[in-house]
């Protein structure tokens, strides 16, 4: 066989490589996003990965809403019942072709700005992590719902905050991470007006962490930019002593 067809033959033959793009995942500029564009770049695991900002191995309930809008996948894929999804859950129930299908939500094949937006999260983490912000994992200067639920769970900041181990909230405890909108969060859960709010009250009126998040967006456009997320990074600066430190902020 002639060398020009040995090459042929290998280049023909040879296992696709994987591409890490310097422009993002639309790699044709056409400004949607293909399944071919993502299943090129990253594996399903390597997707997991990039949410899992904790290294804890798990995702969450609340990211699984963030990402796709329901939780019904979460409870799909759930199948030993607790409250977290382990890898391997995951990669048991779904391919990276139908973690793609679900951002799909006009069933059209492609995904457009919208549908992307946690795609392209994703693949920012994984090829432009900004290696000195722990919690903006993506780099662009702001932190999304999907930044925090990825770092850290809803009790997890309650214990973060929990300064005097009491197992209830004062004000004082509260306004390291809701500043200015500490008295109104307090009037909401203090259900027993005792000036505390205990772990029942905290979870009551379907409070989460996404709700916390919404009441810090002052100014409405779904990220916390300008100062409104300063608390998180209190919080996530114990919550790593509360853990020994065994979490590294940047890499998960």
Same mark, same amino acid.
């Given at each position: 066989m002639t060398p020009f067809l040995l090459l042929f033959v290998a280049l023909a033959t040879a296992s696709p490589m994987k591409r890490q793009t310097t422009s993002g995942l639309d790699e044709n500029g056409d400004g949607l996003i293909s399944k071919d564009e993502v299943l090129i770049?990253?594996?399903?695991?390597e997707a997991l990965v990039a949410l899992d900002r904790d290294g804890d191995g798990f995702i969450y309930l609340p990211q699984i809403i963030e990402l796709w809008g329901t939780g019904d996948k979460f409870y799909e894929l759930n199948t030993d019942g607790d409250d977290h999804l382990t890898f391997r859950e995951i990669e048991n129930g779904m391919t990276l072709s139908d973690f793609y299908d679900q951002f799909d939500f006009n069933g059209d094949g492609t995904l457009d700005a919208a549908e992307a937006y946690q795609l392209n999260y994703i693949w920012d983490v994984l090829y432009n992590p900004a290696v000195n912000d722990p919690l903006d994992s993506n780099g662009d200067g702001r932190l999304s719902r999907l930044e925090i639920t990825s770092h850290m769970t809803y009790n997890e900041v309650l214990r973060a905050l929990d300064a005097d181990g009491d197992q209830r909230l004062s004000a004082a405890e509260v306004n390291v991470l809701m500043?200015?909108?500490?008295?109104?969060?307090m009037d909401d859960q203090d259900n027993n007006d005792d000036g505390f709010v205990n772990g029942e009250e905290a979870h009551s009126h &379907?409070?989460? $962490?996404g709700r916390i998040f919404? &009441?810090?967006? $002052?100014?409405?456009?779904?990220?916390?930019?300008?100062?409104e997320g300063a608390g998180f990074y209190e919080v996530w600066v114990i919550h790593l002593t509360n853990t020994g430190g065994s979490t590294d902020p940047v890499t998960g």
């Open positions: 770049c990253m594996s399903l695991h500043g200015s909108q500490t008295a109104q969060w &379907r409070m989460n $962490l919404s &009441r810090l967006d $002052l100014d409405g456009n779904n990220y916390l930019n300008d100062g």
